[in-house]
């Protein structure tokens, strides 16, 4: 039974580009949420997406725009990306939207230069 | 908002020695409350959980918490670690809603256990 994954591990982009980050849930979730983790801080929640839709949004500007598809995977889009986006990305599975244990995966560390 | 406080952002004990990690919370209503660890190189993976019911939660590998409501504090502890206890701890919260879990999570305490 895999965990979550996500893909890719690492990446490097240069600020102004776009970036699109990827999550696989834990089979059997089928919600989804995403957290940025810079260098020495807890995480901090982005959004959540469940039945396609964003359910709750943390305090991220618009340019942090996500995506669920009908197989629970979802995305994480980044634009006009900025150095202070340099940071662990990390996905979130769990099943539906009741209090319930959330999952996480490995994490994408971008960096942007 | 809700907030989440660690107090002690680096610990640094020998092994056998027990641990205390502080946590305390910010927010008026009905709270769920976690703890989750990050060993080197690995994913965030949860220790212990308190959704209701008795307000002292064991979890894995000797982990117990105690939720205090008047003190909004959910600490950790474990009666004596081990090398391998060296790892990131961080203590989340999300509100009792219904409404999704969103966690809210600490700065994280930086376990460092000495042979």
């Known amino acids: 039974d895999a965990g979550v994954t996500q893909s890719p591990t690492h990446l490097i982009k240069t600020r102004g580009q776009q970036v699109t980050l990827r999550c696989s849930p834990k089979?059997?979730?089928?919600?989804v949420s995403w957290y940025q983790q810079a260098l020495g801080q807890g995480p901090q929640f982005i959004f959540q997406?469940?039945?396609?839709?964003?359910?709750q949004r943390g305090n991220f500007p618009d340019r942090f725009s996500g995506h669920q598809f009908p197989n629970y995977s979802s995305e994480l889009n980044v634009n006009a990306l900025l150095l202070g986006d340099s940071a662990l990305y990390l996905c979130?599975?769990?099943?539906?939207?009741?209090?319930?244990?959330?999952?996480f995966g490995q994490g994408t560390r971008l960096t942007v230069v | 908002a809700q907030s989440v406080s660690q107090h002690n952002h680096h610990v640094i004990l020998s092994e056998a020695a027990s641990l205390e990690l502080g946590c305390n919370y910010s927010y008026g209503g009905t709270v769920n409350l976690f703890w989750y660890v990050q060993y080197p190189g690995q994913h965030l993976q949860l220790l212990l959980k308190?959704?209701?019911?008795?307000?002292l939660v064991k979890g894995i590998k000797g982990f117990e918490a105690e939720f205090i409501k008047s003190k909004f504090s959910f600490n950790l502890r474990k009666p004596s670690v081990q090398w391998s206890d060296t790892a990131e701890y961080f203590c989340a919260v999300n509100e009792d809603n219904n409404a999704g879990n969103m966690l809210t999570f600490g700065g994280g305490t930086r376990l460092m256990v000495k042979p």
């Open positions: 979130a599975s769990s099943e539906g939207q009741g209090n319930t244990e959330a999952f």
């Open positions: 089979s059997g979730h089928d919600t």
């Open positions: 308190y959704f209701s019911g008795d307000p």
């Open positions: 997406y469940y039945e396609e839709e964003e359910r």
